[in-house]
């Protein structure tokens, strides 16, 4: 079952990030505060508001994922590329530092 | 080359510090996203999946070491050690932070380039035939006219807020290398039959959503009245073009909704208005502007054609490397060098910061410290003597800059897709890459012979496959990758849209789908002379359909 998380670039240097569930912006979307209900989804829509009024963050949305163990699987292969990095350089983005990791 | 002269350098600084202080501005929260977002995109900022990107305009695509050096210290310290160059013949960074964007474009003008106008609906970056003053067809030299409109349209007024991004090439060439029928306005610098110069003037081209082949609205314009006529279309454009749709807010659309005849009238009666004001161009502006691009003085080298056969004989790499990306120049003594940024299994149009050096320095010892850019996403040495072009090979080598395709089926453009771009659906460059290996034998490419393929990740076409031979448009179908096939285009001097083959093909198939198009052609043409091209003029799209769709393709 597909459930929710808040996903985001950073102002300063645009990296991918995702709202965690300690309210701070993450670099991995593993912690990504999860709604799993409408209500939930509407809560990480007003966070999102808020973090882009405290100029955080930039280009904020809510996302699709689905929960795979312990690890959290972004549906669409646009997120699953911004969450790991570019398919043709795993030498470069987040896959850099998580060598198990495939994208497609 | 060009030179900036104290208006250019003032300018392009105070643009600089304008920016720098737009950016502290934003880091401190004193502008909105809202706000800065088109501050950014005027000085060349985008954000796409990974981090922001800067697009570096690189003007009619030529370049002096000095520049391309810049270019690769900037990959080296602000970047992740490369940079990407684009069908637009600019250079984007795909890793830059913001904070550090107004110390780049610092970089950037202490050696007179900068990242205006690479977006927003303004005239772009004004681009050329990547031969310019070398080509041995070449009637003249098309960038003095480009490097005029550059200046002119530079923060142009009139010109900042046009319903739509606006794109201009000129070519010099009855063979157009530079696809100007596929752009807004595409200008072709010829002779009269009294000798004088002037342009055929075509407008409305461009690819995107609404493929459109320009139409030609004047056969021959002095070169004296290239501002005023082109004022003179800008302002019918800015006047008529529509703002309500974005998606119809090309000039293409109001060509195609005006009618070419109606609108040749419209611009023709506002240039009468313009044509003897300010605008028109005085001699000794033209010459000035002239004289920055004189040819080089190139010494007398005829040794180099007796060593040429000699080497040629003594290795078959270089032999084929010098067949395929050596191009006759106007000096018999001198040939023009693409250099392929289409490794095999390679991403096209990659350059690593250590071979934009090692360019560099070939470009300063033996191409008279010219280096351009193509809008095939290749590099080029314009000016390489006969007799060096063996120690050019070697050096290229060094580095894996030496894949004889220029032309071939593995010289694939394509955009960079979903794998960095925040409008991209599906992935281009994997699949340029799995195409480049499976036609990667370099008797095979010899044997298809000229073979453009195109492959773009969405509909916006950068990857220009609406003109590719064979061209290639990702899209993203109950989230998977789908890629659609096209037949048929061509961006040069007989410009044509590809014509869509069918249904489309997953990313397993598509390699495969490439082959079987390919292998038809094979099985059809009339001789190895006749290329890929000229048989589907020939037969058409049925044998290709044929042998992708039938019930036995399907079966098989």
């Known amino acids: 079952m597909s459930v929710k998380v808040l996903t985001a670039n950073r102002l300063t240097d645009g990296e991918a990030v995702w709202l965690g569930a300690n309210g701070e912006w993450l670099e991995q979307i593993d912690g990504a505060l999860i709604a799993r209900h409408a209500e939930a989804v509407s809560a990480l829509e007003e966070a999102g508001k808020a973090a882009i009024k405290s100029n955080l963050v930039i280009d904020v949305n809510v996302i699709d994922v689905e929960e795979r163990g312990t690890n959290l699987y972004p549906l669409r292969l646009r997120e699953r590329i911004r969450q790991l990095g570019p398919t043709i350089r795993l030498d470069l983005g987040k896959q850099a530092e998580k060598p198990k990791a495939t994208a497609a | ?556």
């Open chain 2, 1 to 556: 080359m060009y030179r900036y002269d104290e208006f250019d350098h003032a300018f392009v600084s105070a643009r600089v510090e304008q920016f720098k202080d737009q950016v502290e501005r934003r880091l401190a929260g004193e502008l909105t996203e809202d706000q800065f977002r088109p501050l950014r995109l005027m000085n060349g900022v985008y954000l796409q999946l990974h981090a922001y990107m800067l697009r570096v305009a690189i003007p009619y695509g030529t370049l002096s070491s000095r520049q391309m050096r810049k270019l690769a210290h900037i990959a080296r310290h602000y970047d992740r050690g490369y940079g990407h160059f684009t069908t637009r013949q600019n250079l984007q960074y795909n890793w830059p932070a913001l904070k550090d964007m107004p110390k780049v474009l610092d970089e950037l003008a202490s050696v007179e380039m900068h990242a205006l106008q690479t977006s927003g609906n303004c005239i772009r970056n004004v681009t050329a035939d990547h031969f310019a003053g070398a080509a041995a067809d070449e009637v003249a030299d098309p960038r003095p006219y480009a490097e005029i409109l550059r200046q002119w349209s530079s923060m142009h007024p009139e010109f900042s807020y046009l319903p739509r991004k606006f794109k201009i090439a000129v070519t010099g060439a009855e063979r157009d290398r530079a696809a100007i029928q596929v752009h807004d306005i595409g200008l072709h610098l010829k002779k009269n039959d009294a000798g004088e110069l002037g342009f055929a003037v075509y407008v409305g081209g461009g690819q995107g959503r609404t493929p459109m082949v320009a139409k030609k609205i004047r056969d021959f314009l002095p070169v004296e009245d290239l501002l005023s006529y082109t004022t003179a279309i800008m302002r019918v454009y800015n006047l008529n073009g529509r703002r309500d749709n974005k998606y119809k807010a090309r000039i293409k659309i109001l060509v195609h909704e005006t009618g070419t005849e109606e609108l040749t009238r419209q611009v023709e009666a506002e240039w009468q208005v313009l044509k003897e004001t300010d605008l028109k161009l005085p001699q000794k502006d033209v010459d000035a502007i002239d004289s920055y691009f004189a040819p080089p003085s190139l010494p007398v080298r005829p040794e180099g054609w007796s060593g040429l056969a000699a080497a040629r004989k003594a290795d078959h790499s270089f032999s084929t490397w010098v067949d395929q990306n050596v191009t006759p120049h106007k000096n018999p003594d001198y040939g023009v060098v693409t250099i392929s940024l289409k490794p095999i299994g390679g991403i096209p149009g990659d350059a690593t910061d250590a071979q934009m050096d090692l360019v560099a320095d070939i470009a300063e010892k033996f191409s008279q410290d010219e280096i351009r850019v193509s809008h095939e996403q290749n590099l080029v040495l314009p000016h390489v003597a006969i007799a060096d072009l063996r120690i050019v090979y070697d050096l290229l080598l060094t580095d894996g800059l030496a894949t004889a395709n220029a032309g071939l089926i593995t010289d694939i453009i394509a955009c960079p897709g979903l794998d960095y771009c925040a409008l991209a659906n599906a992935r281009s460059i994997p699949v340029a890459q799995r195409i480049s290996e499976r036609f990667g034998k370099p008797e095979r490419q010899a044997d298809i012979g000229e073979l453009k393929i195109k492959i773009s990740g969405c509909i916006n076409a950068c990857g220009h496959h609406h003109v590719g031979h064979i061209g290639i448009l990702g899209v993203e179908k109950k989230g998977e990758e789908l890629y659609q096939i096209s037949l048929g285009g061509s961006g040069d001097e007989i410009c044509t849209i590809g014509d869509i083959t069918g249904r489309g093909f997953s990313s397993e198939e598509i390699v495969d789908a490439v082959e079987t198009i390919v292998d038809r052609y094979l099985d059809i043409r009339t001789d190895k002379e006749e290329n890929f091209l000229a048989t589907y003029r020939r037969v058409g799209a049925a044998p290709f359909k044929d042998a992708l769709y039938s019930e036995a393709a399907n079966a098989a």
